[in-house]
């Protein structure tokens, strides 16, 4: 099992920044792929981006440019930067791991989410 927590949400002013942090315990953490995805009300939850143990990462085209995922091995932890944050990007924002493979979908663990949301 792995275990997420998730910290920094909060409310931002349009073309502010914030930066998401997710806690992992349980297991080797550099063995699991992690990622970022958000779920806006009346929305289905989507990919955003997600980062291998060796720090390749993958985005969703709507946050390219604009996120950043990184993660600190010896911290088991995952950021997530948002930069030049838009209202659109309002969401709660769950941390996920999965072992091994980098994909944008079929993740096994689950944070219990973090609300962002970002004022016009």
């Known amino acids: 099992q792995v275990q997420l927590v998730e910290h920094g949400g909060g409310l931002v002013q349009a073309v502010g920044s914030l930066r998401l942090s997710c806690a992992a315990s349980?297991?080797?953490?550099?063995?699991?792929?992690m990622a970022w995805f958000r779920q806006a009300p009346g929305k289905e939850r989507e990919f955003v981006a997600a980062i291998s143990g060796g720090s390749r990462t993958s985005y969703a085209d709507s946050v390219k440019g604009r996120f950043t995922i990184s993660r600190d091995n010896a911290k088991n932890t995952v950021y997530l930067q948002m930069n030049s944050l838009i209202p659109e990007d309002t969401a709660v924002y769950y941390c996920?791991?999965?072992?091994?493979?980098?994909?944008?979908?079929?993740?096994?663990?689950w944070g219990q989410g973090t609300q962002v949301t970002v004022s016009s």
């Open positions: 349980g297991r080797t953490f550099i063995n699991y792929a």
């Open positions: 996920a791991a999965r072992f091994r493979v980098i994909t944008t979908d079929n993740y096994d663990y």
